[in-house]
């Protein structure tokens, strides 16, 4: 039976929201800049002086271990004048140095040499002269940051996430494999959107519907996230490797809260992990992580790979196409399936930040 809803649960977010500049801004203040957002894996993050950079909510921002064991995260600009400081992705120094005019800061964000000013930089070293720090949390080996200072906890904000994520021992072992950036033509929520419902999947992911049992495809609500689940059909094979023998047999999908997605998939310990990166209102940068609990990918890890590869093309394609729709002034905005609920949720905290 078809499910009703009131008027206003019918209908999707309004198009003007994923064309328009002020909304953008409005989401930075009020959602990404008081999320906790995924920065890497504590593996990544082990000795003294390893970091880790990123944007979160516009801002640049780096985190890194210190000499003594801390971990620390920090604007990733320069007190003197404001030139970003750390350009690499992530990497491994004693100190960090701004190559505009050389200051110097200790791995704890406090100033060592500033060359162009003739305070020692003892006497120099206060305020605003130092590096300026954010909060860094860690649970489950995953580390996030989030730019409110007066934000929840992190295991208060995503404890129905990490409580999920527990029934998978191999999280502490797992390593980075690889990274990649990816700059997608649509809107970041297009991207959620479209991940948030499979209504799509029979027609748009021949491959996908026919390894997993779409008919017993389910979406769990959580605090803050919600997870997908689908098991493998009986006929489908993933790699030589019997289905009861490894680590993962049931994929599990989590989104959370607001731009990121977790894919644990059936196979030896894995994550692949993508954080939406808005660039402008018309377009996003994908980041893509793989973490395995090996080194090198199995077979059936590269099969996986190339699996999920396929889906992200075949999604890519279809948000691009949607984002050109959403600049039309054909129609103002769309309509739920009895079977979007996932996305009216998603559609619902949206709104209901940006009211905050
Ligand atoms: S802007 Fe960094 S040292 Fe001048
Ligand atoms: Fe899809």
Redesign the pocket.
Known sequence: MLQTFKESDQFTLPYAFYRNADVLVEENRKVFARAWQFVGHVSQLQQAGQFITCEVAGEPIIVVRGDDGELRAFYNV??????Q?ESQEDGKKKILQ??????TFKLNGQLHQ???FKQSPESFCEGDTCLRGIRVETEASLVFVNLDENAQSLKEANGEFFDDLSQFAFLSRLQKYSSEKRTIKANWKAYIDNYLECDHCAIAHPVFASTFDLKNYLFIDKQNCIIQTASVKPSAKLGDVPLDEVEVQKGRYYWLWPNMIFSVSPGPGNIALTVLTPLDENTTIANYFYYFVNQEPTPEQQENINFVEQLRREDIKLVEKAQIGFRSQAFERGRYSPTEHALRRFHRMIQGALEA
């Open positions: 320069c007190p003197h004048r404001a030139t400081l701004c190559t505009y005019h050389g200051w500033a060359p162009n």
